[in-house]
T-cell receptor
Framework: DSGVTQTPKHLITATGQRVTLRCSPRSGDLSVYWYQQSLDQGLQFLIQYYNGEERAKGNILERFSAQQFPDLHSELNLSSLELGDSALYFC???????????????FGPGTRLTVL | AQTVTQSQPEMSVQEAETVTLSCTYDTSESDYYLFWYKQPPSRQMILVIRQEAYKQQNATENRFSVNFQKAAKSFSLKISDSQLGDAAMYFCAYRSDYGQNFVFGPGTRLSVLP
């Protein structure tokens, strides 16, 4: 158990709908990262938040948005869903990066989104 | 931008034998970190081993070791005495020095044959 929790585990919805994925980081971790893993592919970085502020953006679609709340949990909002959005969405957390530090990312179990 | 390449989509190894998974990366940075993650059928991402670029000594964790060649930008994973539980997808990942996001390779699916 990494200490990172994600809800729900599975989500099935229809095209055009909107869903919210939730992530609670490990206690003490200020950074949250979101990744998307499509079928049998590597993880694609979507977005990072640090202590409530957006820190870095990857290949995140405009239909997707995220936020990190004062209690440090994060939500990823996916709207106008398309079939191609079906994937496993991972959240990871770490302490803030410092030079010459591992800053290992701890991954949650993921949310499997299926868009029908 | 950094890229990570894993040229072996699939590998297989006999139980108790040794296997090496390849990873190459491209970066202009001098300080960074490299990781190998294992993803079993449960889909959980499990850290296997990590390497700091500024350390010349190759990292080792029990049956897992790496061959880090900084000049060649190569970071291979050696699994010794392979076990059935080692069967999984293995991802090589790169991270910059200041806690930025990971860049993952496409993965290598490892099968362990009894």
């Amino acid at each position: 158990d990494s200490g990172v929790t994600q809800t729900p585990k599975h989500l099935i919805t229809a095209t055009g709908q909107r869903v919210t994925l939730r992530c609670s980081p490990r206690s003490g971790d200020l950074s949250v990262y979101w990744y998307q893993q499509s079928l049998d592919q590597g993880l694609q970085f979507l977005i990072q938040y640090y202590n409530g502020e957006e820190r870095a953006k990857g290949n995140i679609l405009e239909r997707f948005s995220a936020q990190q709340f004062p209690d440090l949990h994060s939500e990823l909002n996916l709207s106008s869903l398309e079939l191609g959005d079906s994937a496993l969405y991972f959240c990871a957390s770490s302490v803030e990066g410092q030079a010459r530090s591992y800053n290992e990312q701890f991954f949650g179990p993921g949310t499997r989104l299926t868009v029908l | 931008a950094q890229t990570v390449t894993q040229s072996q989509p699939e590998m297989s190894v006999q139980e108790a034998e040794t296997v090496t998974l390849s990873c190459t990366y491209d970066t202009s940075e001098s300080d960074y970190y490299l990781f190998w993650y294992k993803q079993p059928p449960s889909r959980q991402m499990i850290l296997v081993i990590r390497q700091e670029a500024y350390k010349q000594q190759n990292a080792t964790e029990n049956r897992f070791s790496v061959n880090f060649q900084k000049a060649a930008k190569s970071f291979s994973l050696k699994i010794s005495d392979s076990q059935l539980g080692d069967a999984a997808m293995y991802f090589c990942a790169y991270r910059s020095d200041y806690g930025q996001n990971f860049v993952f390779g496409p993965g290598t699916r490892l099968s362990v044959l009894p």
